[in-house]
């Protein structure tokens, strides 16, 4: 080779340390040490016979001779996560990945997943859960649940339901705890998920209703916020899509037939630079097959 490729280990960690200007964010990303990448850096020096950081008291910084290589490997990296991305979904053409919130998925789509494998027998659909928004770049990932407006630049979205907020509680809470007012909240335990916390707010704005509860239990995610709920221990505020089932059995209870529109949606998003497999094309006429049957295709629970 005229011109040789240097080790590519330590190439591969250097750009993680530059990218992210911190060899200890490089470890969290490549899953080793910070020693580890240390040495990893040191070998490329050594091997190219320049220094590449400096070493300062509160953290790095690039060297000339670093910026450059920096410039010059940066898209080519990518450009292989983007080869490597493709070749895979090319060989896994009957696996989909989607990555979903825990809610949602406990919530919306698990109980609809039989209904598309009834359908598509041949589709492996591989179903995780994250709060944080994914990174199609550096993640596996088909597709994805993200809550918001739809208006991510990067990203096709399609709508899958709007979020409406209701109160819900159980139906003994309810008998035990009479709610005759919106004021009545005060006297009892107001429950909410730790990942959408101005859900109380916006639903009491709406009804035009301030009031500061002294008693509050807050919870990783909306689903054991319900299930808090259903045990008796306060007054959830809910996404009401996914409670539909249990208001309409009498599971639970909306002590305030008040909604609250927040104008947000829940959207399958994928990548707009990807062409869409036909695996990710047959899920998504699913899902609108769903979203125009009116109430989403909710099962009775």
Same mark, same amino acid.
């Given at each position: 080779? %005229?011109?040789?490729?240097?080790?590519?280990?330590?190439?591969?960690?250097?750009?993680?340390?530059?990218?992210?200007?911190?060899?200890?964010?490089?470890?969290?990303?490549?899953?080793?040490?910070?020693?580890?990448?240390?040495?990893? $850096?040191?070998?490329?020096?050594?091997?190219?016979?320049?220094?590449?950081?400096?070493?300062?008291?509160?953290?790095?910084?690039?060297?000339?001779?670093?910026?450059?290589?920096?410039?010059?490997?940066?898209?080519?990296?990518?450009?292989?996560?983007?080869?490597?991305?493709?070749?895979?979904?090319?060989?896994?053409?009957?696996?989909?990945?989607?990555?979903?919130? &825990?809610?949602?998925?406990?919530?919306?789509?698990?109980?609809?997943?039989?209904?598309?494998?009834?359908?598509?027998?041949?589709?492996?659909?591989?179903?995780?859960?994250?709060?944080?928004?994914?990174?199609?770049?550096?993640?596996?990932?088909?597709?994805?649940?993200?809550?918001?407006?739809?208006?991510?630049?990067?990203?096709?979205?399609?709508?899958?339901?709007?979020?409406?907020?209701?109160?819900?509680?159980?139906?003994?809470?309810?008998? &035990?705890?009479? /709610?005759?007012?919106?004021?009545?909240?005060?006297?009892?335990?107001?429950?909410?998920?730790?990942?959408?916390?101005?859900?109380?707010?916006?639903?009491?704005?709406?009804?035009?209703?301030?009031?500061?509860?002294?008693?509050?239990?807050?919870?990783?995610?909306?689903?054991?916020?319900?299930?808090?709920?259903?045990?008796?221990?306060? $007054?959830?505020?809910?996404? %009401? $899509?996914?409670?539909?089932?249990?208001? %309409?059995?009498?599971?639970?209870?909306?002590?305030? %037939?008040?909604?609250?529109?927040?104008?947000?949606?829940?959207?399958?998003?994928?990548?707009?630079?990807?062409?869409?497999?036909?695996?990710? /094309?047959?899920?998504?006429?699913?899902?609108?097959?769903?979203?125009?049957?009116?109430?989403?295709?909710?099962?009775?629970?």
């Amino acid at each position: 080779m %005229k011109y040789p490729i240097p080790p590519l280990n330590p190439l591969r960690t250097f750009e993680a340390a530059a990218r992210l200007c911190s060899l200890t964010a490089a470890a969290d990303e490549l899953h080793v040490s910070q020693v580890a990448v240390s040495r990893q $850096v040191k070998v490329l020096e050594e091997y190219l016979g320049v220094m590449l950081f400096r070493r300062l008291h509160r953290g790095i910084e690039l060297t000339r001779e670093g910026k450059e290589l920096y410039q010059g490997i940066a898209h080519a990296f990518q450009d292989i996560g983007h080869a490597a991305r493709q070749v895979s979904r090319r060989g896994r053409r009957n696996i989909l990945s989607i990555q979903s919130y &825990t809610t949602f998925s406990q919530r919306w789509l698990i109980p609809r997943l039989a209904q598309f494998h009834d359908e598509n027998e041949n589709i492996e659909v591989r179903l995780t859960s994250s709060l944080l928004a994914t990174d199609f770049e550096t993640q596996n990932i088909d597709a994805a649940i993200r809550s918001g407006y739809g208006d991510w630049p990067d990203l096709n979205a399609e709508k899958l339901v709007d979020i409406e907020l209701i109160p819900i509680c159980s139906p003994t809470f309810y008998e &035990t705890n009479k /709610l005759p007012s919106h004021k009545d909240l005060s006297r009892v335990r107001m429950l909410q998920s730790m990942a959408r916390p101005q859900d109380w707010e916006r639903w009491m704005a709406s009804v035009d209703l301030s009031l500061n509860s002294t008693s509050e239990l807050r919870f990783d995610t909306s689903a054991l916020a319900y299930e808090a709920a259903s045990m008796n221990i306060g $007054v959830a505020i809910a996404v %009401k $899509v996914f409670v539909e089932p249990q208001l %309409k059995n009498g599971s639970f209870i909306a002590p305030f %037939k008040e909604t609250c529109k927040t104008g947000e949606g829940y959207y399958l998003v994928w990548p707009r630079n990807v062409e869409p497999s036909q695996t990710l /094309l047959k899920f998504l006429s699913w899902m609108r097959a769903l979203m125009n049957e009116g109430n989403g295709g909710i099962p009775e629970a």
